[in-house]
Antibody, heavy 118, light 107 residues
């Protein structure tokens, strides 16, 4: 059974870079698409972008200038970097899998809370 | 970006009720529509994709319908474990977008 687990600092200072990793267990990262989605406290869901196992990416235009995603197939992990963070980036960050570029998410990670504060 | 609008935003219901949540897209998305269930502090759980196809393991009391711009999620006989927030999501065009959520509470 494939499981996703997000990890990274829970507190990031304003203007710094948020870095998270999603570890895929119980299956291979190959042949799938992997997305990041965030949810500010008490609010709805926002898709940040995806990375294919080969390394190709697609980012939300609202965040594209600040987002970088990468993948490490040897570790079965993929990562998110979000630069120049502000309080508006405070959210639970989820990673999720989808089978194709135009397919719905079928597995989600539990999520990790990231607070932006000095 | 395609705007997804759910209604209602919240409502109260009793176990055994038949409930329907609607989702409207700001433009035609064919059947590229998914539904997710989320409970507090948990990851969203995939329920339906392609507007009407149940994800594996989802009870048949859940059903989805619609195409184009108007969609619905119906729970035929509400169970205690169904009290949660439900989100629709379009994956027709990037950026993928979600509805604002519908919270189903116990009456």
């Amino acid at each position: 059974q494939v499981q996703l687990q997000e990890s990274g600092p829970g507190l990031v200072k304003p203007s710094e870079t948020l870095s998270l990793t999603c570890t895929v267990s119980g299956g291979s990262i190959r042949s799938y698409y992997w997305s990041w989605i965030r949810q500010p406290p008490g609010k709805g869901l926002e898709w940040i972008g995806y990375i294919y196992y080969s390394g190709s990416t697609n980012y939300n235009p609202s965040l594209t200038s600040r987002v970088t995603m990468s993948v490490d197939t040897s570790k079965n992990q993929f990562s998110l970097k979000l630069t120049s963070v502000t309080a508006a980036d405070t959210a639970v960050y989820h990673c999720a899998r989808h089978i194709g570029a135009s397919r719905a998410f079928d597995i989600w990670g539990q999520g990790t809370m990231v607070t932006v504060s000095s | 970006a395609i705007r997804m609008t759910q209604s209602p935003s919240s409502f109260s219901a009793s176990t055994g009720d038949r409930v329907t949540i609607t989702c409207r897209a700001s433009q035609d998305i064919s059947a590229y529509l998914a539904w997710y269930q989320q409970k507090p502090g948990k990851a969203p759980k995939p329920l339906i994709y392609a507007a009407s196809t149940l994800q594996g393991g989802v009870p048949p009391r859940f059903s989805g319908s619609g195409s184009g711009t108007n969609f619905a999620l119906t729970i035929s006989c509400l169970q205690s474990e169904d009290f949660a927030t439900y989100y629709c999501q379009q994956y027709y065009n990037y950026p993928w977008t979600f509805g604002q959520g519908t919270k189903v509470e116990i009456k």
